[in-house]
């Protein structure tokens, strides 16, 4: 079965650096892309960015572009999201999930439970 | 950029056939694809490359495409369907690879 497993929720205050994490299972982590998923309170979904942890080629959405960075470490098989210095508009709810290629596009085919973020003074 | 355009709610009693639409002007060129969001947790795929079901989605759940609009029929909606369910596409613009729906809120009366 395939799993995703993300780390626990966060309460930053602006300014501070973070890095959240998504261990996968069940499957070859390196045969599939991981893409990030903003949620932002009672909003809709946000596509972030995509790795590829075989060669941890990145792609970014622009509006996430120079805002966050992507990595992962293929040993341990877990992707993460990292930001310098957050900020309030920051809170969220952040998705990890196993990308299948589609053509022009991928999508979503397993999801991580989620890692909450709140950025408050 | 480019956009996908849902209802924000949709509502039906239980028993009745719920749609909810994506609208976009490439998606007669392009794979749909949805997700179901139950409040409080992640989202689970249905819908793929148009109409396909995920092993495990009930077949209750389907879709089809007509020019522009694509739409996402619940047959003999139940309690438990209740949720936020978002399209997603290719971004038809180039500028990115992926682009959701704002999302549409399936309330079952």
């Known amino acids: 079965e395939v799993q995703l497993v993300q780390s626990g929720a966060e309460v930053k205050k602006p300014g501070e650096s973070l890095k959240i994490s998504c261990k996968g299972s069940g499957y070859t982590f390196t045969s599939n892309w991981i893409a990030w998923v903003r949620q932002r309170p009672g909003k809709g979904l946000e596509w972030m960015g995509i790795i590829y942890p075989g060669d941890s080629d990145t792609r970014y959405s622009p509006s996430f572009q120079g805002q966050v960075t992507i990595s992962a470490d293929k040993s341990t098989s877990t992707a993460f999201l990292q930001w310098s210095s957050l900020r309030a508009s920051d809170t969220a709810m952040y998705y990890c999930?196993?990308?299948?290629?589609?053509?022009?596009?991928?999508?979503?085919?397993?999801w991580g439970q989620g890692t909450l973020v709140t950025v408050s003074s | 950029s480019y956009e996908l355009t849902q209802p924000p709610s949709v509502s039906v009693s239980p028993g009745q056939t719920a749609r909810i639409t994506c609208s976009g002007d490439a998606l007669p060129k392009q794979f749909v694809y949805w997700y179901q969001q139950k409040s409080g947790q992640a989202p689970i795929l249905v819908i793929y490359r148009d109409t396909e079901r995920p092993s495990g989605i009930p077949e209750r759940f389907s879709a089809s495409t007509s020019g522009t609009t694509v739409t996402l029929t619940i047959t003999g909606v139940q309690a438990e369907d209740e949720a936020d369910y978002h399209c997603?596409?290719?971004?038809?613009?180039?500028?990115?690879?992926?682009?959701f729906g704002g999302g549409t809120k399936l309330t079952v009366l």
């Open positions: 999930a196993r990308s299948v290629a589609a053509g022009l596009t991928t999508y979503f085919d397993s």
């Open positions: 997603q596409a290719a971004d038809n613009s180039g500028s990115d690879l992926v682009v």
